[in-house]
């Protein structure tokens, strides 16, 4: 968990967010001028701390055959994912498939997650869009839910320039007072966050760190040499886990955690703890069954998984649809190797 104190604090705008652990690890931010920062506290000194440290499941929304949202499904994937230790839920992101949800739809599956976690964990909303008032007025109400954080990914189809990318942020940052983590997966949206555009947007106080999906380790490491220390990094590719924390990562956004989270959880701690040889052994470990997760495209396999494992149903939302026979039977032999079924 990142602690600096308010007199080590770089970066220059005058509004920053401070948090207090809750529960079992979720952080409540709230809003203070540099000023009260840096006022003494009867207390103590206030702090600014990571969203979470660890593994957060990226998890999948449940359908019910009609289409419609199995809600209590859901919460049993919740209730489960938090009893196996993970350490922050995304909910509506792309294993989510927000893509397919209406907004009304998106805003009541991360209010139904906010109040099922109950503070026990931090919930991070999937937000973003290629249309920046459509956006702003989604992360505006996706605050109002309560979650903890929105996880933005970058415009897709009709793309942008990086600034433009600068100048979307900058309004969806301003509509907002919550953390916000960056999505940058270029294979899924056709743009790619250069790292000098996320060091200029880690200026901004309530864009806090990135997801990296680029899959291009120099590319983090860039990110970290650029970016303040208190400017948190989570991979956004299972196989990439240990290499990013290695340059100083603070975990994983992950869709392997929706069948493995205990495993998944205790990878990153492993290594955050100095227990590299372990950490290294469960990535390994993983590879197979991240592999077979990642046969088609991502959430078709992991849904056929969570169905094998006999905790979701196979239901999905065109234009996604049941996976290949070959892929289950993969997924049979992956998910046995790794001790699961």
Known sequence: MTVRQPE????????????TQSGQGVIIYRKYSLTTLQAPAAAGKEVIMSIFE???????????????????????????????????????????????????????????????????????AGAGSNDTAHGVNLSIELEKTGADALLHV???YNKCTQKGYIEHMKAMSDAVDIPIILYS????????????????????????AIKEASGDIRQCEEIRRLCPD????????????????????????SVMSNVAPKETSQMVHKYLDGDLQGAVELQLKGL????????????????????????????????????????????KKELTAYGIL
């Not at 997966?185 to 880690?202: C, E, M, W, Y």
């Not at 989570?234 to 994983?252: C, H, R």
């Open 288 to 331: 197979p069954l991240i592999r077979a997760l990642f046969a088609e495209v991502n959430p078709i396999p992991v849904k056929a998984a969570l169905a094998l494992m006999g905790k979701s149903g196979m239901n999905y939302r065109l234009p996604l649809c049941p996976p290949e026979d070959a892929t289950i039977e993969l997924l």
């Open 154 to 156: 970058t415009p897709y």
């Open 185 to 208: 997966v270029k294979g899924r949206t056709g743009f790619n966050i250069q790292p000098a555009t996320v060091a200029k947007l880690a200026e901004i106080p309530n864009i806090v």
């Open 8 to 19: 080590e604090l770089s970066r220059s705008d005058s509004q920053f967010y401070s948090g």
């Open 230 to 253: 208190d400017f948190d990094i989570y991979s956004g590719d299972d196989d990439m886990v240990v290499p990013l924390l290695s340059i100083g990562g603070k975990g994983v956004i």
């Open 54 to 124: 660890g593994a957060g499941v990226a998890i999948v929304t449940p359908f019910k055959e009609d289409g419609s949202i199995d809600f209590d499904n859901y919460g049993e994937l919740i209730e489960w994912q938090i009893a196996e230790g993970t350490d922050a839920i995304i909910s509506c992101g792309t294993t989510g498939e927000a893509a397919t949800m209406t907004d009304e739809e998106q805003i009541a599956v991360v209010k139904y997650c906010v109040d099922k976690v109950a503070k026990r964990v931090p919930v991070i």
